[in-house]
Structures are given as C-alpha cells and as structure tokens.
Nanobody
Framework: QVQLVESGGGLVQPGGSLRLSCAAS????????MGWYRQGPGKQRELVAV???????NYADSVKGRFTISRDNFKDTVYLQMNSLKPEDTAVYYC?????????????WGQGTQVTVSS
C-alpha cells in the first residue's frame, strides 16, 4: 500500500510558477515509477510527467521545457516544478505511484490539488 498526499496547488497568474509536492507513505526507492497527471475541466485525465526508479523522465509535449519532475529520496517526496504557467495548465493535478509486486502492477493515486492559472 502507498498513500500519497499532494500539496502546493493554488491560484497563479499566467507566466508564474508553482511547485507541487507529493509525499509518499513509504520509501520511494521501492516504487517503480511516480508521476503527475492532470484533469482539466471537461477533459480526461492526462499524463504530465513521470519519473522511473531509474531516474528516467518523460513529459507531455505540452509541458516540455516548462515543467520539471524531481525526487527527494530522503523525504520520500516527488516534486513538479511548473514554470511559465498558462491558462490551459489549469487542472486538478494528481500524483500517481506504480508499484510492481510479483506479476501485479498496483497503482495508487493521491487526492489531487487544484492549480488555477488566471489573471
């Protein structure tokens, strides 16, 4: 089991920055991949960024060059640094953890944090 708690969302003006945090209830060394997803109004949930246990990263084209995913292994926390924010980045952002146990892939989600980009 993995519990995930996101924080850091809020209201920001276009061009501004926010840093989201996702604290895990267990060592993130043991988690195969952690990522950030988002769901905008009337849209499906989509991948924003993912970080594997081997430190490989993958980003949605829409955020490349603006967002950075990183981890702090001592704090068991994953971050999403978001720069040059645009109104279309407005969404609820969810943290996700993928844990492989034997042959089973177990996926865990946080409760989400709202990001609103507006002037």
């Amino acid at each position: 089991q993995v519990q995930l708690v996101e924080s850091g969302g809020g209201l920001v003006q276009p061009g501004g920055s926010l840093r989201l945090s996702c604290a895990a209830s267990r060592s993130i060394f043991s988690i195969n991949a952690m990522g950030w997803y988002r769901q905008g109004p009337g849209k499906q949930r989509e991948l924003v960024a993912v970080l594997s246990s081997g430190s490989n990263t993958n980003y949605a084209d829409s955020v490349k060059g603006r967002f950075t995913i990183s981890r702090d292994n001592f704090k068991d926390t994953v971050y999403l640094q978001m720069n040059s924010l645009k109104p279309e980045d407005t969404a609820v952002y969810y943290c996700r953890a993928d844990l492989i146990v034997g042959r089973d892939l177990n996926t865990y989600w946080g409760q989400g944090t709202q990001v609103t980009v507006s002037s």
